[in-house]
């Protein structure tokens, strides 16, 4: 069964960093490309960013502008997503989903909320 | 403002057909094929149609997908009480190099 359990979400202060993982269980991880998809409170689906099966391919939304950072480790299975000077509209559930040219598992999430 | 343009709502009585629609452009909708998602209340989003109108496993043929040109549409016949959910359209954009979402659209079923 695939798996897919996202972590590291929390609250933060605006300016700060956090780092969310992404463990992947029942599939070879190695062969698929991942995402990170975010959702404010009360708003719609925004994808974030894709990294392809062997990190050769990064692509990141425009919205970022330069201040996540997306990574694996196939060794251990494990999707991140780096995300620095945290802005209060970056607050959402984050999701990792697994890219079959579509997202056909996603994570439950996990809630990122920047505040003071 | 999203990139794919879907209705906010739609609605429908239990056995009714319902049809949501997505607009796009020539640069997503238009080159690359469209994927639909569902997200019932408080959980994560699911695949709900892939490829324009391919359903996964386990997705009752009561739905149903199109494209044409750059729209796309997605069609739940027989609608049930358990079709509540939000439903949003996604595909990738050739100009944008990444994906992109319809602002999804929240059927109520009367």
């Known amino acids: 069964e695939v798996q897919l359990v996202e972590s590291g979400g929390g609250l933060v202060k605006p300016g700060g960093s956090l780092r969310l993982s992404c463990a992947a269980s029942?599939?070879?991880?190695?062969?698929?490309?991942m995402n990170w998809v975010r959702q404010a409170p009360g708003k719609g689906l925004e994808w974030v960013s894709s990294?392809?099966?062997?990190?050769?391919?990064?692509y990141y939304s425009d919205s970022l502008k330069g201040r996540f950072t997306i990574s694996r480790d196939n060794a251990k299975n494990s999707l991140y997503l780096q995300m620095n000077s945290l802005r209060a509209e970056d607050t959402a559930v984050y999701y990792c989903?697994?890219?079959?040219?579509?997202?056909?598992?996603w994570g439950q999430g996990t809630l990122v909320t920047v505040s003071s | 403002q999203s990139v794919l343009t879907q209705p906010p709502s739609a609605s429908g009585t239990p056995g009714q057909r319902v049809t949501i629609s997505c607009s796009g452009s020539?640069?997503?909708?238009?080159?690359?094929?469209v994927n639909w998602y569902q997200q019932l209340p408080g959980t994560a989003p699911k695949l709900l149609m892939y490829?324009?109108?391919q359903r996964p496993s386990g997705v009752p043929d009561r739905f149903s997908g199109s494209k044409s040109g750059t729209s796309a549409s997605l069609a739940i016949s027989g609608l049930q009480s358990e079709d509540e959910a939000d439903y949003y359209c996604a595909t990738w954009d050739d100009s944008l190099n990444g994906w992109v979402f319809g602002g999804g659209t929240k059927l109520t079923v009367l």
């Open positions: 490829i324009n109108n």
């Open positions: 029942g599939f070879t991880f190695s062969s698929y490309g």
């Open positions: 990294i392809s099966f062997s990190s050769s391919y990064i």
């Open positions: 020539s640069s997503n909708i238009g080159s690359n094929t």
């Open positions: 989903a697994r890219d079959s040219d579509r997202f056909d598992y």
